[in-house]
């Protein structure tokens, strides 16, 4: 494996999982009108990732631990395309609604406390990428392997926000005080690697960059904040359709010291050694003397940046009608060039009045086709969900979790 296969594999692994180990909302959210007059505290958490190409099999080993084998990346070659995605959405969200609380003197605005933990990743890479990290030089003996167009984003951040929301629509408006923990970014602007047909020297072209915050416990601090609009539209003289517009975490953060790496190099290495993937250990627990001696030059500077926003909009579940089976749709998107906008549509079923289950299909995001099914009980003070948007894909996984008391 070549020095540049092993600073990639490096990149990749910092970003997906050394970061990350540790709502949006696949679980249809429910339009209820009734006028409810005492507390109400809502636990969601979600936990997915996914990809257009990079098998799970890959993914859990990187994770849980385990042998790659050659099966593993034999199909996963076969699966690369000019442009392939991969990303990681992990967060947990706590709210406390005070339903007796009147703000501004209206009696139909109550109180809310928010409190959110998340972690949002998206790799892009190009085709030969995946190649080079898993095979070394030696899958382009005689072969340019090209890089360029290759990027990277992390951020993980809490939130803590008060706000208000209407007893009767749901709707509600947050201002959330952030505290970011760990922010990485990089982009090849131009790569690529040549290896002579009699194996005796490689030629690299680089144009990259790369940035990490501090490590301190909060790297950046910053404002957001979160926006959910529901309304209705006349669907006959008895029924109403009800809809959502969900901004959540749209704010900017500002980060003090925060390293940039630059590479602006073509070299030529007539020696080179190739080491099992594992043999990289050294590397990964050392990054940043990994950058310092493969860079050109680093800085340390001030950076504001916006968070990765999500928006999604909704049809809403109308949970006091009689209907047993409702349709609901929707589109999401993040403020992140890497997640392609995902379109869902799905049905609801209602086959008594604690219980639904449902079924959705969704294209977009960070993969393609995804499968998903939802199982949820709601009684008069107490509802509980439990959710997948990744049931069949052989590249990604997802739990959504929703627990609602009212008391």
């Known amino acids: 494996m070549t020095r540049c296969s092993q600073l990639l594999l490096c990149l990749l692994f910092h970003v997906l999982f050394v970061q990350n180990l540790l709502c949006q909302s696949m679980l ?47 199909q996963t070659s076969s699966k690369q395309q000019i442009i392939n995605r991969f990303g990681f959405d992990i967060n947990s969200e706590l709210q406390y609604k005070n339903h007796r609380f009147n703000m501004f003197k209206d009696s139909t605005k109550g109180f809310l406390l928010k409190y959110g933990i998340y972690n949002y990743s998206a790799v892009e890479h190009s085709e030969d990428v995946f190649d080079l990290l898993f095979y070394g030089n030696s899958a382009f003996i005689g072969d340019t392997a090209v890089l360029m167009g290759s990027r990277f984003d992390s951020y993980t951040f809490q939130k803590f926000g008060i706000g208000w929301f209407d007893k009767h629509s749901k709707s509600s408006f947050t201002l959330n005080a952030i505290g970011v923990h760990n ?4 982009r090849l602007d131009e790569g690529s690697l040549y290896q002579s047909s009699s194996i005796d020297s490689i030629d690299l ?104 926003a999500l928006f999604q909009f909704t049809k809403l579940i109308d949970r006091s009608s009689a209907r047993k089976i409702q349709g609901f749709y929707g589109a999401r998107a993040y403020l992140s060039s890497s997640f392609m906008p995902m379109f869902f549509s799905g049905i609801d079923y209602h086959p008594s009045k604690w219980y639904r289950v449902g079924l959705q299909a969704s294209f977009g995001g960070f993969s393609n086709l995804r499968w998903g099914m939802y199982s949820a009980i709601d009684l008069d003070r107490f509802s509980f969900g439990l959710a997948s948007e990744n049931l069949f894909s052989k590249t990604g996984e997802s739990i959504i979790l929703r627990i609602s008391c009212l008391f």
């Open 28 to 74: 249809p959210i429910q339009q209820d009108t009734t006028l409810f007059k005492n507390h109400e505290l809502i636990i969601s958490g979600v936990a997915d990732y996914q990809s257009t190409s990079i098998g799970k099999d890959i993914t859990k080993i990187f994770i849980y631990g385990g042998f790659i084998t050659d099966e593993m990346k034999g």
């Open 183 to 186: 922010m990485l970014s990089g």
């Open 205 to 308: 072209s680089l144009i990259a960059q790369y940035k990490q915050s501090n490590s301190n416990t909060f790297s950046g601090f910053g404002l957001a904040m979160d926006i959910d609009y529901r309304f209705a539209m006349p669907k006959n003289k008895d029924e109403k359709i009800y809809f959502q517009l969900l901004m959540r975490n749209l704010g900017v953060i500002c980060m003090p010291k925060v390293r940039s790496y630059s590479i602006n190099s073509k070299l030529y290495f007539d020696a080179y050694s190739i080491d099992n993937l594992l043999n990289a250990s050294t590397i990964l627990n050392d990054t940043e003397s990994t950058f310092d001696s493969f860079t050109d030059s680093s800085s340390v500077n001030t950076e504001w940046r916006l968070l990765p």
